[in-house]
């Protein structure tokens, strides 16, 4: 066990946990954020899609020993109010079905519209091609994240 001090949304937090210790589960089980799922373990779904320095990343995979002063951001972290405006457009469009692959979406097309606020629907679908969705809703999760670019 070692101690970590992690920058997730802003604020400071210490872990006592193993260093190979996924992030998820530093995330989850000890520090209470669950936005954040667990869907497969292997980083093939997005359900557990967190922001490393801006950049979307895989947390059920990176142990917790590689994050370093690096600043973590979880969906809990995306707005202080949920009122992202990709939050809003998530509601505005009614995405959500089941809901369980809905903060990894919308992690993983928030940084995709850092890096380009205006995407075409081909950079939309590429950028969020490794996020699946169980109830396939991914015309409305595109619409979103095109409403949410518009109004930014």
């Keep these: ?3 970590y001090t992690l920058n997730i949304n802003g604020r400071s937090y210490n872990a006592d946990v193993a ?3 996924p992030l998820l589960w530093v995330l989850r089980d000890h520090l209470g954020l669950v936005g954040a799922k667990y869907g497969c373990g292997i980083a093939a779904c997005g359900a557990c899609t967190i922001h490393l320095d801006g950049e979307a990343t895989r947390s ?3 142990p917790v020993s ?3 002063n690096m600043r973590v951001t979880t969906i ?3 707005s ?3 009122d992202h405006p990709l939050q809003r457009a998530w509601d505005e469009v009614d995405v959500p079905q089941c ?3 809905q903060s990894g979406q919308i992690m993983s097309a928030a940084a995709l519209l ?3 606020p205006k995407p075409n629907d081909r950079e939309i679908e590429q950028a969020l091609s490794g996020n699946l969705c169980r109830c396939g809703t991914y015309h409305r999760i595109r619409d979103a994240v095109k409403l949410a670019a518009q109004k930014s």
Excluded: F, H, I, S
């Design 1 to 3: 066990m070692a101690t």
């Design 99 to 101: 809901g369980y692959c």
């Design 114 to 116: 850092q890096r380009n």
């Design 60 to 62: 059920c995979v990176l």
């Design 80 to 82: 202080e109010k949920g």
């Design 76 to 78: 809990e972290g995306l």
């Design 19 to 21: 260093p190979d210790t």
């Design 66 to 68: 590689a994050v370093g």
